[in-house]
């Protein structure tokens, strides 16, 4: 037997998926000791809940979540949440209502291996002052995390995926199906019928059959196979369905497809610099004019991670065309995270590239009405419909840029005073031109996340107004 301890990143790639999901293959079985992934601590809740039963403000505990609360009250305007929003209350209770349903992916990659022989799930409430719990402080079920448990721990139990979460409609995509039974089904042979649904139309159905050994394991494969569905954009739903023998939960697992055939950029042009070939290639295949950057101040420039970013005479030039009145965006984390010192060549602003980790405790990212998200589901972004675009860099300055997209957390372990709200995506006006700063991984996903082309033709097109 095994002890594994586990906190990957969120959200979790297709290496994480299948590392949950053997993890113990040719081995005794082993116990996932912790792991899970957490939501932001509802610090206004909290707070209220001091009040209504009269604690005393000096507590430790009160002025705690106090001093975070009146923190995000305090921001709430200023990084544009209540575009979004209209309350703080509302956008946090939207980060549990989201974590519900991570822990329901959760189970279905644990409860699908059959190594694993126990799961001590982090945690049971949110005692030590972050979002790590099913319960909040005050043992408060957090919206829609009791049915997420119950099925999650229901002795026979269909386990779901999809990689990946968000898939392009026109490309394969994979489908996995697994039956977690804690000696729930006698051995056998099992019929069960899984469909995939929208809006009331099924787009895909598999009849097959499952076998139950002797052995009685804790879980049996079902099917695992790639797929592809020319479909419009929208939440489909996997459903499973056993036909006789036993009434199991875990019955239907929500995912995204998303088409991707619209995009076009026809008319528009700009320059790069230390943008990759693929993203480069990509943008001339939707109709933008794409030039290489040499210091002109011609047209409005997308920068990657160039290789000579201590070239002044460009730095000048790109301070230049935003005088001018074009856009100038930053879209790889990296330049500013690697190279501090840049930040102080775009002449603009002071501000920080800052890094901190997602996993159990995570960013919420809350994008606003602009051009630059047209086409996208609105409010606070889920971690499987943006998957690897979910950027783990955030912008910090004292300015006051224009919100494009801002985060927030609280609760954290890795910020002092354990909140922190800033920016993901902002513009700065710069003479009769702006600058933008964007950390959503956009360049590195392209042709692999539907979500970062869009970005990049949105970007591409707003740049060009």
């Known amino acids: 037997a095994g002890d594994v301890h586990c906190y990957p990143t969120s959200p979790h790639d297709e290496h994480t998926y299948d590392y949950l999901m053997k993890v113990g293959t040719g081995m005794?079985?082993?116990?996932?000791?912790?792991?899970?992934?957490?939501?932001?601590?509802?610090?206004?809740?909290?707070?209220?809940?001091?009040?209504?039963?009269?604690?005393?403000?000096?507590?430790?505990?009160?002025?705690?979540?106090?001093?975070?609360?009146?923190?995000?009250?305090?921001?709430?305007?200023?990084?544009?949440?209540?575009?979004?929003?209209?309350?703080?209350?509302?956008?946090?209770?939207?980060?549990?209502?989201?974590?519900?349903?991570?822990?329901?992916?959760g189970f279905n990659l644990i409860r699908a291996n059959p190594q694993i022989a126990g799961f001590s799930m982090t945690g049971l409430l949110d005692h030590g002052m972050c979002g790590e719990g099913l319960w909040s402080y005050w043992r408060r079920w957090k919206p829609e995390m009791f049915d997420a448990i119950s099925d999650g721990f229901s002795?026979?139990?269909?386990?779901?995926?999809?990689?990946?979460?968000?898939?392009?409609?026109?490309?394969?995509?994979?489908?996995?199906?697994?039956?977690a039974t804690e000696d729930a089904l006698r051995p056998g042979r099992y019929s069960a019928s899984f469909r995939i649904v929208r809006d009331c139309v099924t787009v895909w159905s598999k009849d097959t059959e499952i076998v139950i050994p002797e052995s009685m394991p804790l879980a049996v494969p079902v099917f695992d196979e790639r797929i592809t569905l020319d479909v419009p954009t929208g939440k489909y739903t996997l459903l499973a369905n056993l036909n006789n023998g036993g009434?199991?939960?875990?019955?239907?697992?929500?995912?995204?497809?998303?088409?991707?055939?619209?995009?076009?950029?026809?008319?528009?042009?700009?320059?790069?610099?230390?943008?990759?070939?693929?993203?480069?290639?990509?943008?001339?295949?939707?109709?933008?004019?794409?030039?290489?950057?040499?210091?002109?101040?011609?047209?409005?420039?997308?920068?990657?991670?160039?290789?000579?970013?201590?070239?002044?005479?460009?730095?000048?030039?790109?301070?230049?065309?935003?005088?001018?009145?074009?856009?100038?965006?930053?879209?790889?984390?990296?330049?500013?995270?690697?190279?501090?010192?840049?930040?102080?060549?775009?002449?603009?602003a002071d501000f920080r590239c800052v890094y901190t980790q997602d996993f159990l405790y995570h960013k919420e990212y809350v994008p606003m009405p602009h051009p630059i998200f047209d086409g996208l589901r609105p409010g606070m972004m889920d971690l499987d419909y943006v998957s690897t675009v979910f950027p783990h860099e955030t912008i910090e300055t004292e300015a006051s840029p224009e919100p494009i997209c801002s985060g927030f957390v609280t609760g954290s372990i890795w910020v002092e005073g354990s909140y922190r709200s800033s920016y993901s995506i902002a513009e700065w006006k710069t003479g009769r031109g702006s600058v933008i700063l964007s950390m959503p991984y956009v360049l590195e996903n392209i042709g692999d996340n539907p979500i970062a082309d869009i970005l990049l033709i949105n970007t591409v097109k707003y740049i060009n107004r």
């Open 28 to 105: 005794r079985p082993v116990i996932i000791s912790e792991y899970g992934i957490g939501t932001n601590f509802n610090v206004i809740h909290e707070a209220r809940m001091f009040e209504q039963y009269g604690a005393d403000p000096d507590l430790c505990d009160y002025k705690w979540v106090r001093e975070q609360s009146e923190g995000l009250k305090r921001d709430f305007s200023k990084f544009g949440f209540d575009r979004v929003y209209p309350f703080p209350e509302t956008m946090l209770i939207e980060s549990q209502r989201l974590g519900a349903r991570q822990r329901t992916l």
């Open 155 to 179: 002795p026979l139990r269909f386990c779901l995926m999809t990689w990946q979460t968000n898939a392009y409609s026109g490309r394969e995509f994979r489908v996995k199906a697994s039956l």
């Open 247 to 348: 009434s199991p939960t875990g019955e239907k697992l929500d995912f995204y497809i998303t088409d991707t055939s619209y995009l076009n950029a026809q008319g528009t042009s700009v320059r790069v610099w230390g943008v990759n070939e693929k993203a480069a290639a990509f943008m001339t295949c939707r109709g933008v004019n794409v030039l290489p950057f040499s210091g002109e101040t011609d047209l409005p420039v997308i920068v990657g991670n160039p290789e000579d970013h201590g070239d002044d005479a460009k730095w000048n030039s790109l301070r230049t065309a935003a005088e001018n009145g074009h856009k100038t965006v930053f879209m790889q984390s990296r330049l500013f995270l690697d190279h501090p010192e840049l930040t102080a060549k775009t002449g603009f």
